[in-house]
């Protein structure tokens, strides 16, 4: 009879080290490998060629924190009020009672950790007192180690937290945070203008740091503010770090870049590296991030007991609100791909990005066209590590593990697609369901897919969804409306 310890051991010893690397923004067609040719992505593409390149691989929605949401709950993000894009003093939005990604792989024995971008809020309310712990955070969620930006590079505080403290921050100077007004003295983009490294093209007129400027107020932690031009250095050593420490043991590292999203401030080693001006940079750097955590891999001697997932948390946007030339020198660059839209958009180049799985030895390489969702890796690791979901838990995550591993084709047969408005894919229809939302937003100049009308598109002939063939479908469209307004009513899709 094998004991629990042991049988413990057994499965652990099998299982593998999980590193997923989350891109923030980046596009479907912005890597080498998914086609881009105005910038070189090696490392990326080694990644996809040892590997699994996805071809429908989908985040939960076109925005960042709810595809986060999703991607650590197992749950749509579109039942939970309050999971749209949060300010930087947002209270945490993840519930810290119920299962994670993370504590998934905590219960099968692995040290888990985050390095990079949060943006799920911290703390219980929004007047959190940046200058003691702030929790609940990373470790209620299931994160053993973190060390995060709160929100996005382009929002208040601008502050590292390590295990849920500022770093850097000293007694005499402490940090204020407010979304409301500025600080007495607090000189925001708008007076600084003249002066500014990066000018916005929209909002983005705070608090300056780093002679950019923000959203949101801050002052003091003079000693804690970031170099946004480090950032990517910061977070591969302690990516590197976390890997080190924990050679010995499995282990989950949940590495989310700040690159590619705005403020798009690359590191001066990149800085001219591709002809498309930062946002080009900015994918080159990113590359470097992946090719940097791949070779601690291989000479911890790891490479070949770790799965690494790569994927992004939405669609791509070439004007997120700053003035950084990335319209002006975008060339024929086709960052969403063959799709339509971006970030913020119901169209697939919203929610359809780029998904690789490499996992030497263990997974053939290979592209695959099973369609697979962010939302489904909690089931699957919780499948992989053995681990029995309870009725209710992660209600919309799928077991797509034989799909991951290149074993299967078959992936899910549906997914929502979620900007504001849904969508349902299935098969090779979509439809996406009549919204009074806007069909353009002129700041970023995205085509956010909106229609009065029912949409349905047959992505097999139409990927780029040009033609609404609702009329010509009326039972296919009726079909998929009800299929959808069941897995919204029902409140769970498992
Ligand atoms: C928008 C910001 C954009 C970006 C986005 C969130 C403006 C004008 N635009 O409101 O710059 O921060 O929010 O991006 O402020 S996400 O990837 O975190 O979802
Ligand atoms: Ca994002």
């Not at 890597?31 to 490392?43: D, E, I, L």
């Not at 003691?132 to 180690?145: A, I, K, L, N, W």
Request: charged share 20%.
């Amino acid at each position: 009879m094998v004991s629990l310890a042991a049988a413990f051991c057994l499965i652990t010893a099998r299982t593998p080290n999980v590193v997923l690397i989350y891109a923030d923004d980046l596009g479907y067609g912005d890597t080498s490998v998914y086609g881009a040719t105005s910038v070189k992505t090696p490392n990326v593409d080694q990644l996809a060629k040892s590997g699994i390149q996805f071809t429908s691989g989908y985040c939960s929605s076109a925005t960042c924190t709810p595809s986060r949401y999703s991607l650590l709950t197992g749950r749509y993000a579109f039942r939970q009020q309050g999971t749209g894009v949060l300010p930087g003093n947002a209270a945490l939005i993840v519930p810290t009672d119920q299962i994670t990604l993370p504590k998934v792989f905590q219960r099968a024995g692995y040290a888990t950790g985050i390095v990079g971008k949060w943006h799920l809020g911290l703390g219980d309310s929004r007047d959190q007192d940046w200058n003691s712990p702030v929790t609940p955070g990373p470790r209620e969620c299931g994160f053993d180690y973190s060390f995060i930006m709160a929100a996005t590079g382009d929002r208040v505080p601008c502050v590292y937290l390590e295990n849920q403290r500022v770093v850097g921050l000293t007694p005499d100077d402490p940090i204020q945070v407010s979304y409301a007004k500025p600080f007495p003295g607090e000189k925001t983009g708008v007076e600084e203008y003249d002066f500014l490294k990066m000018k916005p093209s929209d909002g983005h007129n705070q608090a300056v740091v780093n002679g950019i400027p923000r959203i949101g107020y801050m002052i003091g932690g003079k000693g804690a503010l970031w170099k946004d031009e480090d950032r990517a250095d910061v977070f591969v050593s302690k990516g590197v770090e976390f890997i080190e420490k924990n050679a010995a043991k499995p282990f989950f590292l949940y590495f989310a870049t700040h690159d590619i999203h705005v403020p798009r401030v690359p590191h001066s080693r990149f800085v001219g590296k591709t002809k498309m001006g930062p946002r080009g940079d900015a994918i080159v750097e990113f590359d470097w991030q992946v090719g940097q955590i791949l070779s601690a891999l291989a000479r911890l001697k790891l490479a070949d007991n770790t799965l690494v997932i790569l994927t992004s948390d939405n669609g791509p946007v070439i004007d997120d609100g700053y003035q950084d030339e990335a319209v002006e020198r975008l060339g024929n660059h086709r960052a969403a791909g063959i799709y339509r839209g971006g970030k913020y958009s119901i169209f697939e180049g919203g929610t359809r990005v780029p998904m690789i799985v490499n996992w030497p030895g263990h997974v053939k390489p290979g592209t695959s066209s099973a369609m697979v969702s962010q939302v489904d890796f909690l089931a699957s690791f919780a499948s992989m590590t053995g681990l029995d979901l309870k009725a209710g838990d992660a209600p919309d995550s799928l077991d797509v593990l034989p799909s991951l591993l290149g074993q299967s084709t078959t992936g899910r047969t549906s997914v929502i697609e979620h900007a504001g408005t849904l969508a349902i894919r299935k098969g090779k229809w979509k439809y996406v369901q009549p919204s009074e939302r806007a069909p353009y937003d002129v700041s970023t100049r995205t085509e956010l897919g909106n229609s009065r009308n029912d949409q349905l598109f047959d992505l097999s002939t139409d990927p780029g969804e040009r033609h609404n063939v609702a009329v010509l479908h009326p039972e296919v469209t009726a079909r998929l409306r009800k299929e959808l307004n069941e897995v919204v009513a029902g409140g769970t899709s498992r």
